[in-house]
């Protein structure tokens, strides 16, 4: 595809709405026709509100083993959908995240959690005589910030990670009605990212014995003593460790600039699910910087999309000759 075709492309793209949990219909119909123009077969998947959907493109012989191209429109939710056919069997799979162009071979493991931390609730005027739940949560703050230190000292390192340790991250706290109530609940959002080694259930359970430590401190302190939050999870996603034959590494790097360095990047993707569930290797390779993502103006360089227009098509060229 030429240059300018490319940019026309992510021209007409961007100019769809498609915020996270917002319809993105619109965008994968427009996708859907411009495969079928190109003769191109794809099926559409339809998440149960019907207004948002994944679509599942392929081109080429069947029983063929080729390469997954993945790339989203936003994250959109997959329970309940099946792959459009069993007989998938990919030689690689090519997750498209902005990596300026270089090989992801790569990246943690992801488990979102949210916290419910409960108190008594009463008047703020005799507060001491209730449990105030984000007091509860402060404390369970503070124990996943203690198991965070604890992590980093001794727990695995990778240093191919910009951080090499596994991480706690709390994202969002909401508690509280009014000012004069001392409040019952108050919940906290927050995820943990794991290397290669460790699990998350395994942090978190380090999260709350700390957490249980300083309880049990604000109980002889006289405060009666709170339950432990309840933790349910809300999102998860494997890591991805690479495991490519030699010669389809040897393809993909032939494709690229010489000297293009193999990386790990510090956010997910879906990569670890189809090295999982399809048990193909992957890789991830796109262009633009993470570092220009999620925030106001982001971009990508123009030539960013000239290095990946080339990449695909000497990738194409290789594939030609398997």
């Known amino acids: 595809m030429a240059q300018n075709d490319s940019i026309g492309l992510l021209d007409r793209l961007i100019g769809f709405p498609s915020v996270s949990l917002t319809p993105n219909i619109a965008l994968i119909e427009y996708v859907q026709q411009r495969l079928a123009q190109a003769g191109i077969r794809s099926t559409l998947f339809r998440e149960a509100s019907g207004t948002r959907a994944n679509l599942f493109a392929t081109t080429g012989p069947d029983g063929v083993p080729g390469i997954v191209l993945s790339g989203h429109t936003d994250v959109v939710p997959v329970e309940g959908q099946a792959l459009a056919t069993t007989s998938l069997r990919p030689m690689l799979c090519i997750v498209g995240e902005p990596t300026m162009m270089q090989i992801a071979t790569g990246h943690k493991g992801k488990a979102a959690f949210q916290a419910l931390c409960c108190g008594r609730e009463g008047h703020s005027s005799r507060a001491p005589a209730y449990l ?25 390192q990778d240093p191919e990670f910009d951080i090499p340790y596994s991480t706690l991250h709390i994202g969002k706290i909401g508690g509280g009605k009014a000012l004069n109530i001392v409040p019952n609940e108050c919940v906290v959002d927050f995820e943990i990212r794991t290397v290669a080694g460790e699990s998350a259930d395994d942090l978190l359970s380090l999260g709350l014995e700390h957490t249980r430590k300083l309880m049990a401190a604000d109980a002889r302190d006289g405060r009666a003593r709170a339950e432990l939050p309840t933790i349910q999870q ?35 993707s879906e990569g670890g699910l189809f090295r999982q569930h399809l048990n193909a290797p992957v890789l991830v390779c796109g262009p633009g910087s993470i570092e220009q993502a999620h925030k106001p103006d982001e971009y990508v360089e123009v030539s960013q999309i000239k290095r990946c227009d080339e990449f695909l098509e000497r990738l194409v060229v290789k594939l030609a000759c398997y």
Do not use: W
Not at 243 to 262: F, I, Q
């Open 234 to 268: 809300v999102t998860a996603y494997p890591g991805l460790e690479a495991c490519v034959e030699p010669d389809v590494m040897d393809a993909v790097a032939a494709s690229l600039p010489r000297e293009t360095p193999k990386i790990k990047v510090a956010y997910g």
């Open 132 to 156: 105030n739940a984000i007091h509860v949560a402060a404390d369970f703050v503070r124990g996943l910030r203690a198991a965070q230190d604890e992590v980093a000292a001794y727990g695995r």
